[in-house]
């Protein structure tokens, strides 16, 4: 079935580059998404990447997909503490529905 | 700002009450997608509409249920509830026209807490 893992925690300095890992079972999968959910608000789609890609960069946001590991990542440069969040990584298979499978979040701490 | 809007944001209610969640989807979204957030199962897909119809159903227990409606507004509808209902209810909307990514736009959600 699909699963999506993330590491629970990160904590980075202000300035760094910050990276969250995820990775997915579903070979399916279409397009993966990173999503970041600040405390008490919903969740902001961030960025997006199309499976047949290697690598999409938006600004500070670098996102990686191996899909032979089936492993994403999402790089973000130059971290700010407005970055302090929770990131979400999920995906959507495509097929009729667009449903979304999400991780359990990674929690960015940025340290000033 | 996501366009998307959802009421209330947030709702206490006792143990075997029935409660409706309200959501609005974004100008030009056909699809209204329902999701629950809790510590333990983490975000969980319920259930999707398009259009009016259902198009696919997740995790979703027999005691919720949901709708859309002809101007696409969508309500979510918990009956008998549980005090492990008590959870984040998003609502997310897109275009899910089979074209490009899909986005999906969330709302700011409606925290239930069952007492």
């Known amino acids: 079935g699909e699963d999506v893992e993330q590491s629970l925690f990160l904590s980075v300095r202000e300035g760094d580059s910050s990276v969250i890992n995820c990775t997915y079972t579903d070979s399916s999968s279409t397009y993966l998404y990173w999503y970041k959910q600040e405390p008490g608000a919903g969740l902001q789609l961030l960025t997006y990447?199309?499976?047949?890609?290697d690598m999409k960069q938006d600004q500070r946001l670098t996102v990686l997909l191996n899909k032979k590991d089936k492993h994403l990542s999402l790089r973000i440069a130059d971290t700010q503490t407005g970055d302090s969040a929770i990131y979400f990584c999920a995906e959507s298979t495509g097929a009729g529905s667009y449903q979304l499978t999400f991780g359990k979040g990674t929690k960015l701490s940025v340290i000033p | 700002d996501s366009g998307v809007t959802q009421t209330p944001k947030h709702l206490i209610t006792a143990t075997g009450q029935r409660v409706t969640l309200r959501c609005s989807p974004r100008s030009g979204d056909l699809s209204v997608y329902w999701y629950q957030q809790s510590l333990d199962q983490g975000l969980q897909f319920l259930i999707q509409y398009y259009n009016g119809e259902e198009r696919a159903k997740g995790n979703i227990l027999e005691r919720f249920s949901a709708q859309q409606f002809p101007d696409l507004h969508s309500e979510l509808n918990l009956s008998s509830l549980e005090l492990g209902d008590s959870a984040l209810y998003f609502c997310?909307?897109?275009?899910?026209?089979?074209?490009?990514?899909?986005?999906?736009?969330f709302g700011p959600g409606t925290r239930l807490t069952v007492l």
């Open positions: 997310a909307s897109s275009v899910a026209n089979g074209q490009g990514a899909n986005e999906q736009f």
């Open positions: 990447i199309f499976s047949n890609m």
